[in-house]
């Protein structure tokens, strides 16, 4: 990251001259082209390649970039990199638009940024990275870089901010560095893509078995990808994709008709999700809603949870033979003894619960009928 180089085969030179190398990039920042970027050359670890990319105990981020960008304003960012074993830092940032090309300008605000100009210039962009001042030699634990960018003049849709750093060892060369990439991203006014649902269910008792018609609207369906529609029968709290009601590819598709499920439960909420060509992803939820099981049996509850060892026992009402405990929305190996209908247990369900730390349960009947979820916490006390 000092000073990316391309790799070329012949690699039998002097030490001196490695060294003499590595020296100068310090002055003069990484090679242009090395965040990883789409049509970059790659990342630092084509020098520093004693690590693979990111598989350091590390972290790389960046802050200050906006969700929705406005056209020819200035905004700060941060760039942050920390790791543990690290004594000198290095970075380079680029802004590229959905065809990879440069999208906004970036302005070093201290003596420790500068516009790269070394290495081959990649396509149309600019890269802001660390100077010598900026690699803050000797320092540990990790460091910050602040710059400018300000956004295109004109709405150029999403921008990709794509980004590498150095947490190195500070030994004078290119070796046992950490390197690590990351990206983030900012929408434009164009390519914003909000979600409304125009017929929730909010404050309804949808009968299991009935048809409900779900309706939603959304703003540049052109940068939309796809949507994806789920149930929850915990107040939101997951969504599991056995809870799929309806995907699709098709942007114009604004109309979903539900069968609504057996699944009887007083915190229903329907999830609607947009993925967009952009990357990023755009929710709406509903407000809470009942269904009413079909078979007319009353919802099973929990009343208390207790921990033994590995075992894990639920008791309450309304349990059918077969009726299974969810710990997170994730199915458990339940055992249905002689008092099934008031008490179940899981042999191992206990063991992957971490103590002091509040899990949800709910019991799943036959006909799903699905208890409201019961927060329960295992406690490294007893």
Not at 63 to 70: I, Q, R
Request: net charge negative; charged share 10%.
């Amino acid at each position: 990251m000092f000073g990316c180089r391309i790799k070329r085969s012949a690699q039998l030179v002097s030490l001196v001259l490695v060294i003499g190398a590595v020296s100068y990039a310090y002055f003069t920042g990484p090679d242009q082209g090395y965040t990883d970027a789409p049509g970059d050359i790659g990342n630092c670890t084509a020098c520093h390649d004693n690590f693979q990319v990111n598989s350091g105990p590390g972290s790389l981020s960046l802050s200050g970039n906006p969700t929705v960008y406005t056209p020819g304003q200035a905004y700060n960012l941060t760039i942050t990199i920390q790791d543990p074993r690290a004594h000198r830092w290095g970075f380079e940032l680029t802004a590229i638009d959905g065809n990879g090309n440069r999208a906004g300008t970036f302005t070093p605000t201290g003596s420790d940024t500068q516009i790269a100009t070394s290495g081959i210039p990649v396509l149309d962009r600019q890269y802001i990275e660390h100077t010598a001042l900026g690699t803050f030699p000797g320092t540990s634990s990790g460091h910050i870089w602040h710059v400018q960018w300000t956004a295109p003049a004109t709405d150029v849709g999403a921008v990709h901010f794509y980004f590498a750093g150095n947490a190195a060892n500070n030994d004078g060369t290119n070796q046992f560095d950490y390197i690590y990439t990351n990206s983030a991203l900012s929408d434009s006014p164009t390519s914003l893509v909000s979600l409304t649902l125009v017929s929730p269910p909010d404050g309804q008792t949808l009968q299991a078995g009935t048809v409900f018609t779900i309706n939603w609207s959304a703003t540049n369906t052109s940068n939309v990808d796809s949507y994806e529609l789920r149930y929850s029968t915990d107040d939101g709290a997951t969504f599991p994709i056995t809870n799929l009601i309806f995907s699709t590819a098709d942007a114009s598709v604004t109309s979903r008709q539900w069968t609504v499920p057996n699944a009887p439960t007083s915190l229903a909420r329907i999830r609607l999700l947009a993925a967009t060509k952009s990357g990023s992803v755009t929710t709406v939820m509903s407000g809470r809603f009942t269904i009413a099981g079909g078979s007319g049996s009353p919802l099973p509850q929990i009343t208390s949870a207790q921990a033994e060892g590995k075992k894990l026992f639920v008791s309450g009402q309304n349990f059918q033979m077969g009726a299974v405990v969810t710990v997170n929305g994730d199915p458990q190996k339940t055992v249905n003894e002689d008092d099934f209908s008031h008490q179940l247990f899981c042999k191992k369900a206990a063991k992957f619960i971490p103590f002091d730390t509040p899990v949800s349960l709910a019991v799943v009947n036959p006909d799903g009928s699905t208890s409201a979820p019961f927060t329960f916490i295992k406690s490294s006390s007893q």
